[in-house]
């Protein structure tokens, strides 16, 4: 099980922390990855990072803006998100993947969290 969670309301130009722990199994040899879904949008990917602790892949929207980090011994992936928009509005989601690379597809990915909401005024 994935649990999701430091979303929250914060004022644009802000920052937000998100984490991704996983119980009851590791995820240390899965890629991660976060995706993201806005009210009346399709899912998008938003950033993975594989087993290693390589960011393998930023969507252009939040690239200088959001970095992902993994915590092995916490069993947690965390995403920062700063410089926040109104636009990255959205229920965050993050989810494991079938092997050590993932990629931005969401088929890729096999066991997924509850989602956060992550709002972002104006």
């Known amino acids: 099980q994935l649990q999701a969670s430091g979303g929250g309301l914060v004022q644009a130009g802000g920052s937000l922390r998100l984490s991704c722990v996983a119980s009851?199994?590791?995820?240390?040899?899965?890629?991660v990855g976060w995706f993201r879904q806005a009210p009346g949008k399709e899912r998008e990917s938003v950033i993975v990072i594989n087993w290693k602790g390589i960011t393998t892949y930023t969507a252009d929207s939040v690239k200088g803006r959001f970095t992902i980090s993994r915590d092995i011994a916490k069993n947690t992936v965390y995403l920062q998100m700063n410089s926040l928009k109104p636009e990255d509005t959205a229920l965050y989601y993050c989810?494991?993947?079938?092997?050590?690379?993932?990629?931005?597809?969401?088929?890729?990915?096999?066991?997924w969290g509850q989602g956060t909401q992550v709002t972002v005024s104006s």
């Open positions: 009851g199994r590791t995820f240390s040899n899965s890629a």
């Open positions: 989810a494991s993947a079938r092997g050590p690379y993932g990629s931005s597809s969401a088929l890729e990915y096999i066991y």
